[in-house]
DNA sequence: TTCGAAATTGTAACCGATTGCATAAATTTT
DNA sequence: AAAATTTATGCAATCGGTTACAATTTCGAA
């Protein structure tokens, strides 16, 4: 049934009558080795179709060349972005890629921890879910020191390296930009304010509001899951509500959701920006085709994939220097397009 | 530097005063065990906080338990949706998944296939790249006998199962769609056509065109990259059309193309759909969103991930009737919304 | 009490690559 | 020419789990 066995290095060894151990060597530069045996061994390694036996090699090397990534969603541009950066780095170094995913589930995410640890990945990058509470599956990477890069959805944990951006200070601009345009009742959508992103966005247009001399309402903080449902559903609840109380800005923390909502308002003759000016977070690609056009925060990233595996790879490779990185900063801004210039009328 | 060190079977027989061989076995439920001592044995690998060493298995089983994904791009909502699918399934069931894309490119398909062969993983999943012209880079699996799912894009390879949709009838049903409608100049928009994907919607498109007494012309099939730049090229090409030339319906193989498609020709004050009607292909959130919603062919991605999933896991199981499976069609159906009503001023 | 079948457990040889240490061969030094 | 290095290669153990086969124990039947 099988194809024919696989080559070994033994295999090589009995034919050009020499031992396994000098194969070996010969197959991966070791200087001991003859240059011209090496040669001989390359050639017939290649000649009868040799691939050489990665769990062989990590049973005795103890290390599997793998590293296992842990995100909340894989249905997202988002994310798709950042394993695009992570697989382009990781690819370039040998690495391999185990992917698990959360589906925003904090049990989902503790086994895929475990299967990740069980799988023994040399290294891990992970974005928590929704309800993480505890991290307490990541003790057995602790444990055993293996290195781990959080992204995007961190938590103050004494381990590892965060890759974030500023959320602060982009929740602060976004709102800044909403005052600026004349807005007076600044409403902002957004998720579980115990994920750092929301809780750090939501300290922004809080001080925000405080800088441009408006007051803080509660009730104009909407806290849901983001999703094309409840997008739906504030937009309705909004248009439903009288004039005074209405707000005429409104800062949202995802673009899927900020378009969908967008849309809504207009089918309830709402009008973007006139009525209400709208500012989106990530810079999807929806932001540029939706009508009019998204004001967001560019949020990059495939450099953010690229980032936490770089700093991946570096604590993998032993640099003292990155074992203490405690978090990294990716740039991001403000990008104004027509959903927010607002032309008081 | 290191935690301490992991427990192995041996330890386990150690403290039990049992032989490695009888705690392996009652590590996994061999008949041949004592119901006692297993239970022991679970117990105390419990406790002592064993982690079974895949490879030290994998090396002896020759079996790795994990399944190669080639996709042509992460950056899609479509390719999320499949490998969302895939997921969860061979979590389920016990497999780990490698992911490796080509970026659309022959070149980094080949290298791809080449790694997850060398890492010997159990089957593969693939979809091929724009400009694949040869599928030589599969020949060590088919050699092996590692089975292969082509999803999506797929190629005539008398090796492997292929799982699509009737491309040709979902092309033939969007353009009969624009001609009820009653467009007289349908273009289609779409992308290489040695894929099977573009090649068989053309063949649907042309037969519907048959169908309602349409002719055929040449000038009307675009092929691009169905990129973002491709999509506002065509819009302004369009635009530029006079009149007796200028399609008045399109049909375009991506929803994302078409939404910036449409999104552009709004801009050129061309009308959607009364001026030019559209039909887009996917079924991408991005559909609903756009202002007016896009008409298009619903594409199940998840369910065809599960699809592929489950097909490559009965190959592994040694099912011989899925050995022998050729092609599974996934149900796909058009979808109408504004973008294609067209009410002729 | 004794014998044989059934039920358990153990022995030891794999799987294939790696590497510390020893050995052998080539080269240089005295 | 003998001794000291340097350079190449081989030996054999190791990584941890699996399994064919052997050995031992158990237990009812004769």
């Given at each position: 049934?099988?194809?024919?066995?696989?080559?070994?290095?033994?295999?090589?060894?009995?034919?050009?009558?020499?031992?396994?151990?000098?194969?070996?060597?010969?197959?991966?530069?070791?200087?001991?080795?003859?240059?011209?045996?090496?040669?001989?061994?390359?050639?017939?390694?290649?000649?009868?179709?040799?691939?050489?036996?990665?769990?062989?090699?990590?049973?005795?090397?103890?290390?599997?060349?793998?590293?296992?990534?842990?995100?909340?969603?894989?249905?997202?541009?988002?994310?798709?972005?950042?394993?695009?950066?992570?697989?382009?780095?990781?690819?370039?170094?040998?690495?391999?890629?185990?992917?698990?995913?959360?589906?925003?589930?904090?049990?989902?995410?503790?086994?895929?921890?475990?299967?990740?640890?069980?799988?023994?990945?040399?290294?891990?990058?992970?974005?928590?879910?929704?309800?993480?509470?505890?991290?307490?599956?990541?003790?057995?990477?602790?444990?055993?020191?293996?290195?781990?890069?959080?992204?995007?959805?961190?938590?103050?944990?004494?381990?590892?390296?965060?890759?974030?951006?500023?959320?602060?200070?982009?929740?602060?601009?976004?709102?800044?930009?909403?005052?600026?345009?004349?807005?007076?009742?600044?409403?902002?959508?957004?998720?579980?304010?115990?994920?750092?992103?929301?809780?750090?966005?939501?300290?922004?247009?809080q001080?925000?509001l405080a800088?441009?001399?408006?007051s803080y309402d509660a009730?104009?903080?909407?806290?849901?899951?983001?999703?094309?449902?409840?997008?739906?559903?504030?937009?309705?609840?909004?248009?439903?509500?009288?004039?005074?109380?209405?707000?005429?800005?409104?800062?949202?923390?995802?673009?899927?959701?900020?378009?969908?909502?967008?849309?809504?308002?207009?089918?309830?003759?709402?009008?973007?920006?006139?009525?209400?000016?709208?500012?989106?977070?990530?810079?999807?690609?929806?932001?540029?085709?939706?009508?009019?056009?998204?004001?967001?925060?560019?949020?990059?990233?495939?450099?953010?994939?690229?980032?936490?595996?770089?700093?991946?790879?570096?604590?993998?490779?032993?640099?003292?220097?990155?074992?203490?990185?405690?978090?990294?900063?990716?740039?991001?801004?403000?990008?104004?397009?027509?959903?927010?210039?607002?032309?008081?009328?």
């Open positions: 049934m099988l194809g024919k066995k696989d080559i070994t290095i033994y295999d090589i060894a009995r034919v050009l009558g020499l031992s396994p151990a000098t194969v070996s060597r010969g197959l991966k530069d070791h200087p001991a080795i003859n240059i011209k045996t090496r040669k001989r061994i390359m050639d017939t390694a290649r000649e009868m179709g040799y691939r050489s036996n990665s769990f062989a090699s990590n049973l005795r090397m103890q290390k599997t060349n793998t590293i296992g990534i842990i995100v909340h969603e894989l249905k997202s541009q988002f994310i798709s972005s950042v394993l695009a950066g992570i697989e382009k780095v990781t690819t370039e170094a040998g690495y391999d890629l185990i992917i698990g995913h959360s589906s925003e589930t904090w049990r989902k995410e503790a086994s895929n921890a475990h299967n990740l640890f069980h799988k023994r990945v040399d290294g891990l990058i992970a974005s928590l879910a929704f309800d993480t509470r505890d991290m307490d599956h990541y003790d057995p990477f602790v444990q055993k020191n293996i290195p781990i890069v959080f992204f995007d959805r961190v938590e103050d944990f004494a381990y590892g390296t965060r890759v974030v951006i500023d959320n602060n200070k982009a929740g602060y601009e976004a709102t800044a930009h909403l005052a600026a345009q004349g807005c007076r009742r600044i409403a902002h959508i957004t998720a579980n304010l115990a994920r750092n992103v929301y809780a750090d966005r939501l300290k922004g247009y001080q925000a800088d441009f001399g408006l009730e104009l903080v909407i806290v849901n899951d983001l999703s094309e449902a409840a997008a739906i559903r504030a937009a309705r609840q909004i248009i439903a509500m009288p004039q005074p109380q209405r707000p005429d800005g409104v800062f949202a923390t995802n673009d899927f959701f900020a378009a969908v909502f967008l849309q809504t308002l207009k089918e309830g003759d709402v009008r973007v920006p006139e009525d209400i000016a709208i500012v989106g977070f990530n810079n999807d690609a929806i932001a540029r085709i939706i009508q009019p056009k998204l004001t967001t925060i560019n949020y990059p990233g495939e450099e953010m994939g690229e980032q936490a595996a770089r700093s991946l790879l570096e604590q993998l490779a032993g640099l003292s220097a990155a074992r203490t990185t405690d978090t990294i900063i990716i740039r991001s801004e403000l990008i104004i397009r027509d959903s927010s210039l607002h032309r008081k009328v």
